[in-house]
Structure formats: structure tokens, C-alpha cells
């Protein structure tokens, strides 16, 4: 099986994660090219697609969408309050801000709820959204207005040209993130550009098997060469998001590395594998340390130096790679 970014070698690893629903496994295949991972399942994936839509409630990864979209339109600045709730949101805004001007036309792929694009419209963008599940366009339009259609970006025409397309943690979801890419290339203007987020993987030791939704919901789990590698294969310019805005004294975020693939996304894992440096001490030290952010990030920093190996301190990268694609390749 070869890589369908960097068309490599797709080693079998000898690791298995479970399915998203946790009825069977998936095999791990790791990229002798890019280092990305593939979890391959053996069987279809519509019924765990089905366990989602059946009750998007019921799952902590999924539920917390409804609850932006019930939230955002209650908010002064909507973009930039879901800036602060996730990591993909803050590259979008930061993307959109240094290389948007207003009015600008967007489209959103995957625009669920449709809560990101409303928040890119009350910025003074000119942002639709389109989404494969019925149901989210239905919510999204009745929501937030006629912005949404329930397409699929594959089958857009290419006359109809954006400024910008956004696609929030959609590429780990394809079985050809490489073509997907291709196609939106057509979409954008010769000044244009895509905003990307996914799980990153290279922001993880090699030791973690699979830090990312379970497979089949995600197929693939990239790494910053991965997208790099992609945006010369398709003859765009590619820029990081810089998080160090993010993250830093009153914001904090440690990683224990022993916590994680102990349990796996997909089921009841939340937020359980990112910890703050208080989770670590004892109780009375940890709300000590969270009640002053100051201190928390000095302790952080002297652990960071004294190299404690097992953390991970989120900075200018994190656990979500922001990636900007352009199509004017500079010199």
C-alpha cells in the first residue's frame, strides 16, 4: 500500500487501535516517506459515521460542536471567541486576519453546525458553507441563515472561484487527502489560498501509537512533512500557524505522554490525555498552581529544562497543525 501523499512505502507497524465504535480493530500503517499514519480498517465505515448521527450528543467529540453553535451567536466577537476555545479555530482566525482583506469570498468544507462560518460573517466576510450531512446543513441554515448546502466539494464546478477556502479538521477524514487538495486548488483565485487544520503528529514522540479520533472517522494522522510534501506536489506555498499566541503564561498545556493511547478517542476520552502541570502534584498544588497561571508556566519551563522527557508543552506548535497553502509559490 502506498502513501497517496508522498507515494512511499505504507509499513505495516504491528500496533492495533481500536474502531471508532470499539466493535473491532484497525491495524497502524506508518509512511516510510512523511511519517504520517494510516489506521486501516478492514470494513465499512458508514455504521460508524451512523453511531455519530444516530445521537451526536452522546459523543464528547462531536457534542461539544452543538454547544459552539448554540453559544456563538450570543457572542460580541464570535471568531474570536472560538479562537480561544480551539486550536484550530485560532489558526483560522489567524489565517483569515493577515490574509484576508473584507468581503472577501469564503467557502467553508465541512461546515457542520455552521457556527464558523456565521463568526466569519459577522467579521465582515463573505463566507458560505457546505457539508455532506444533511441534517448539520438543515440545523446550520435554520440557525445562522441560507448560507449552507448539503454537497459534496468534489462535485463543485470550477467556475465559480473563492478567495479563500477553510476546511476545519476535514483532510484526515478522506481516503485521498492528495486529491482533495488537488480539487480545491481549482476552486481558490490565482491570489487565493486554503486554510487547513488536522491532528498533528508530528508534535508527538514516535512512541505514540495514535493521539487522534479513531479510525475510520480519521483515516489518516499527519505530519508537517506530510503537508509540506502536498503543497509542492500540488505547486502551492505552505506556512504554519504559530500558536506561541495561544499558548503561553495564561494559557498552559502539558501533555503527559505515559497517559496517552491508553484510552483512545472515540469513546469517553475528552480532554483526558491533556493535563495541566497541577495534575501532576498533588491536589492542594494544583489548585494553587491554577489559580496563579504565572506560576503554573514557570513550572512548566523549569521542568522543560530539567528535560522531563514524558511532557509536552504546547507553544508555537500543538496537538492541531494550522497549515496556510498559497497559490502564489515564492521565489
Given at each position: 500500500?502506498?502513501?497517496?501523499?508522498?507515494?512511499?512505502?505504507?509499513?505495516?507497524?504491528?500496533?492495533?487501535?481500536?474502531?471508532?465504535?470499539?466493535?473491532?480493530?484497525?491495524?497502524?500503517?506508518?509512511?516510510?516517506?512523511?511519517?504520517?499514519?494510516?489506521?486501516?480498517?478492514?470494513?465499512?465505515?458508514?455504521?460508524?459515521?451512523?453511531?455519530?448521527?444516530?445521537?451526536?450528543?452522546?459523543?464528547?467529540?462531536?457534542?461539544?460542536?452543538?454547544?459552539?453553535?448554540?453559544?456563538?451567536?450570543?457572542?460580541?466577537?464570535?471568531?474570536?471567541?472560538?479562537?480561544?476555545?480551539?486550536?484550530?479555530?485560532?489558526?483560522?482566525?489567524?489565517?483569515?486576519l493577515g490574509a484576508l482583506v473584507p468581503d472577501s469570498k469564503i467557502l467553508e468544507i465541512g461546515s457542520g453546525f455552521g457556527y464558523l462560518t456565521y463568526a466569519l460573517n459577522e467579521s465582515n466576510y463573505d463566507c458560505t458553507g457546505i457539508d455532506l450531512s444533511a441534517e448539520a446543513v438543515n440545523f446550520a441554515n435554520a440557525e445562522f441563515g441560507t448560507f449552507f448546502s448539503n454537497l459534496d466539494v468534489m462535485t463543485l464546478m470550477e467556475d465559480k472561484k473563492y478567495d479563500c477556502i477553510v476546511a476545519t479538521e476535514v483532510i484526515e477524514h478522506l481516503l485521498d487527502p492528495s486529491e482533495f487538495v488537488k480539487k480545491l486548488k481549482t476552486l481558490v483565485?490565482?491570489?487565493?489560498?486554503?486554510?487547513?487544520?488536522?491532528?498533528?503528529?508530528?508534535?508527538?514522540?514516535?512512541?505514540?501509537?495514535?493521539?487522534s479520533s479513531l479510525p475510520p472517522i480519521h483515516h489518516w494522522w499527519l505530519t508537517e512533512k506530510s503537508l509540506s510534501v502536498l503543497s509542492e506536489k500540488i505547486g502551492m506555498g505552505v506556512k504554519f500557524t504559530d500558536f506561541s499566541k495561544r499558548y503561553g503564561i495564561w494559557n498552559t498545556q502539558v501533555w503527559n505522554v505515559n497517559n496517552l493511547d491508553i484510552a483512545y478517542q472515540g469513546a469517553d476520552q475528552s480532554i483526558a490525555t491533556k493535563i495541566s502541570f497541577?495534575?501532576?502534584?498533588?491536589?492542594?498544588?494544583?489548585n494553587f498552581l491554577t489559580s496563579l497561571p504565572i506560576l503554573m508556566f514557570l513550572a512548566t519551563k523549569t521542568m522543560e529544562m530539567l528535560k522531563v522527557r514524558k511532557y509536552i508543552y504546547a507553544g508555537s506548535k500543538c496537538h492541531c497543525m494550522g497549515v496556510i497553502l498559497n497559490t502564489h509559490v515564492p521565489d
Open positions: 500500500m502506498m502513501c497517496p501523499i508522498c507515494s512511499q512505502c505504507l509499513v505495516n507497524t504491528g500496533e492495533v487501535v481500536p474502531n471508532y465504535t470499539f466493535t473491532s480493530s484497525a491495524e497502524v500503517l506508518l509512511c516510510s516517506g512523511c511519517g504520517l499514519k494510516n489506521g486501516l480498517v478492514r470494513h465499512d465505515a458508514e455504521p460508524d459515521y451512523e453511531a455519530i448521527y444516530e445521537d451526536v450528543t452522546s459523543d464528547p467529540s462531536y457534542k461539544r460542536y452543538l454547544s459552539y453553535a448554540n453559544e456563538v451567536k450570543r457572542k460580541k466577537d464570535p471568531l474570536k471567541w472560538l479562537s480561544k476555545q480551539e486550536p484550530a479555530y485560532f489558526a483560522v482566525r489567524e489565517a483569515v483565485k490565482p491570489d487565493g489560498c486554503i486554510i487547513l487544520t488536522t491532528p498533528n503528529k508530528s508534535f508527538f514522540p514516535d512512541s505514540v501509537v495514535w493521539e497541577g495534575q501532576v502534584a498533588r491536589r492542594k498544588t494544583k
